[in-house]
């Protein structure tokens, strides 16, 4: 009978031939979730032999992960700014990028926003995040995609926060109330160019929904069109606040200047690269 650490050894072999990113880590987790184990709990056990119907619980989720389907899509969550979150195919993985914006709007809420406004909510990871950062807001969470509100309906339920998150099927503001405005509008649109999104990874391609990803020939449509539309949607005092593409922020500050916003800021993420667009007005 195979140990737990030779089973990791072979499955670590596999997915690195496979072109999967960390493949030990990979490796660990898989098997840790299959055996429903941590990593600690799971290190105690390494030479501790596998049953037969053990392995058949670890052998379907290494060949997902080998035909390079996300490791969060195979286990079924994500943590995302202290919270787990329910991911599937039905909307994005969350990134640490938009974790990292989670922490940069701090800076500039230093009293607590009564209303926000999350845009392409997908899983409903920005929206319940700005939920829990501060429990005496107004959350809408707008998402095109009926499947991707029924995901984040089901995370708002888990986090607790299903009453005080509205959630809203809209393509950006054409679902909004006329005349609604927000203190705080976030963006996570699709930024990616088509040609980037054929040059992504496996994971992001093949497995991760299309519509969330591109955005045209130059990636940008989407972001000029929140640009555009949500100072109107801003109460006096308020901002907007987009997560962009690193090669978009000239062309997008220059559109909020002649829309009318007062100042725009570009704020880097954790590589050092323009990411985030903030407009006030």
């Known amino acids: ?10 499955t670590t072999d596999f997915l690195e031939k496979k072109g999967v990113e960390s493949p030990r880590l990979n490796a ?26 053990e392995l058949e619980k670890i052998r379907p989720l290494v060949k ?18 202290g919270l787990k979150l329910k991911v599937d195919r039905r909307a994005l993985i969350p990134r640490p990028e938009t974790e990292y914006l989670i922490e940069l709007l701090a800076r500039y809420l230093p009293v607590p926003p009564a209303s926000v406004l999350d845009l392409g909510t997908g899983s409903g990871a920005i929206a319940l995040a700005l939920a829990k950062a501060y429990p005496a807001a107004v959350i809408t969470a707008v998402d095109m995609s009926a499947d991707a509100l029924a995901l984040a309906g089901e995370n708002a339920i888990a986090c607790g926060s299903s009453e005080r998150v509205r959630l809203v099927q809209s393509d950006w503001f054409s679902g909004l109330t006329a ?12 930024y990616l160019s088509d040609e980037e999104t054929n040059a992504a990874p496996p994971e992001v391609k093949d497995f991760e929904p299309a519509m969330a990803l591109s955005a045209g020939i130059n990636g940008a449509a989407d972001l000029e069109e ?14 907007l606040a987009c997560e962009t593409g690193i090669s978009q922020h000239r062309l997008l500050s220059e559109l909020a200047t002649r829309t009318g916003y007062a100042r725009t800021e570009s704020l880097h993420d954790l590589t050092g690269r323009d990411r985030f667009l903030l407009a006030f007005v």
């Not at 929140?226 to 308020?238: D, E, F, K, T, V």
Request: glycine letters at 8%; proline letters at 9%.
């Open 226 to 239: 929140i640009i555009s539309q949500a100072r109107h949607h801003l109460i006096p005092g308020g901002f």
């Open 64 to 81: 997902r992960r080998g035909n390079r389907e996300p490791l969060q899509y195979i286990i079924g969550e994500s943590e995302f700014s």
């Open 1 to 10: 009978m195979l140990t737990v650490l030779e089973i990791i050894k072979r």
């Open 179 to 190: 005349g609604e405005q927000f203190q705080l509008i976030v963006a996570n649109p699709p």
């Open 28 to 53: 660990e987790l898989l098997i840790g979730h299959a055996l429903g184990l941590k990593r600690m709990p799971l290190y105690l056990q390494f030479e501790r032999p596998l049953t037969e119907p």
